[in-house]
């Protein structure tokens, strides 16, 4: 069997040790390479027991431990302010940026229920004129827009088709009875409404009642003015008796389509345009160190079960020593999934929503505190 290459228990880091070299012009990564190699080779038994792995081993192992520490880091920010970075610029890293929660992306979403709510959006709305024909009481508005040199179809928002107010219609027998103030009312333009005597000797609800009988005999008595509108294809009612107008306001579907995906060059367009970089080692502080010193641990004990598991046993002097792989390779992966658990658990607890709650039980329960400090009573 070939010799096995075991730790000396010492190392020298030199940049290009790593795989990578994400961090190896890193002054704080150099110095912790070889310490960190040094605290997994006396973690995994060295000198008591040979350590089947060389410096270069644990030196892999620490770069991809603050490689996975960034990861988690970077993608809990992620989560955290995705909307808000949605359409930002990717141009600089946003590493080490303060990212401050905006409302812009819901404006802009809310934008488009405005559209459909007719309250404002995003979409142009124009106004088309249709020439009615005599007794022709059915009219294709796609074929309108065709003709009219609009490419894709229409959406059809609004018809004004509409019967005259009742209360233009009114009319009242008494009106006009020579005390002059049907035309006095008529100089201040509001003959057109109603009569004047109503406005002086009669009360409001005496109007609505009058406007009321005359709308219920126009739905009873009369076919009143009405549409119906399905898939563009417009039915009026009554059939038209003289050639006119109508109007109606529609939106170009290619321009709501159109919309829909817009140019996103140098922008966040999902979460793989999020500009994060890999992490400055040197800016991480002594919690996520030692979290990312016990993850490379992790790692190495990993590697090394993967070693164990290929050589089976050693010869030993008079008889052949078992290696312990599987418990290795068990443990490992345990304390990989505890650590990325516990990582995952405290980033948590720090987002933005968590700290908000924490603030508000914190302040629930200083009030409820304070209301149990006695009132001072004062003598004047």
């Keep these: 069997m070939a010799n096995i290459v075991t730790w000396n228990g010492s190392s020298t880091f030199t940049t290009g040790s790593t795989p990578f070299g994400f961090y190896d012009t890193d002054t704080a990564f150099q110095t912790d390479a070889d310490k960190v190699a040094s605290f997994c080779g006396t973690r995994l038994g060295y000198p008591l027991m040979d350590v089947e792995l060389q410096s270069g081993s644990f030196y892999a192992c620490f770069e991809e431990a603050v490689t996975t520490y960034g990861n988690e880091v970077f993608q809990y920010k992620i989560r955290e302010n995705y909307l808000s970075m949605e359409g930002s610029t990717t141009g600089s890293s946003a590493n080490n940026k303060i990212i401050d929660p905006t409302l ?145 306001e529609n939106y170009k579907s290619n321009d709501k389509r159109d919309g829909v995906y817009k140019d996103g060059g140098g922008l966040v367009k999902s979460v793989a345009d999020v500009p994060y970089e890999n992490p400055s080692y040197s800016l991480i502080n002594s919690v996520g160190r030692q979290w990312i010193f016990r993850y490379t641990l992790a790692l190495a004990k990993e590697l090394l079960a993967y070693v164990r598991g290929k050589y089976q046993s050693v010869p030993v002097p008079g008889s052949e020593a078992t290696l312990n792989q599987a418990d290795l390779l068990t443990d490992a992966r345990a304390e990989k999934e505890a650590l990325i658990t516990n990582l995952r658990e405290m980033l948590d607890q720090t987002s933005r929503q968590a700290q908000l709650e924490r603030k508000a039980n914190e302040g629930d329960n200083l009030n409820k505190t304070l209301g149990q400090v006695p009132m001072t009573i004062y003598i004047g």
């Excluded at 309250?119 to 007794?135: D, E, F, K, N, Q």
């Excluded at 294709?140 to 219609?169: K, M």
Aim: charged share 20%.
């Design 104 to 248: 812009d992306r819901v404006i802009n979403i809310s934008k488009n229920y405005g559209t459909e709510a007719e309250v404002g959006g995003t979409v142009t709305r124009y106004t088309g004129s249709l020439a009615l024909t005599a007794s022709v009481q059915e009219y294709d508005l796609d074929q309108w827009a065709t003709n009219e040199g609009i490419s894709g179809s229409i959406e059809v928002r609004r018809v004004f088709y509409n019967a005259p107010p009742a209360i233009l219609r009114y009319f009242d027998p008494y009106a006009g009875t020579g005390t002059g103030i049907q035309s006095l009312m008529d100089a201040f333009d509001f003959g057109s409404f109603s009569p004047g005597v109503n406005f002086l000797l009669m009360p409001a609800s005496f109007d609505i009642l009058k406007v009321q009988a005359i709308e219920f005999n126009d739905v009873i008595r009369r076919s009143t003015y009405s549409f119906e509108l399905v898939n563009n294809k417009l039915k009026i009612f009554p059939v038209p008796k003289k050639a006119a107008n109508l109007y109606f």
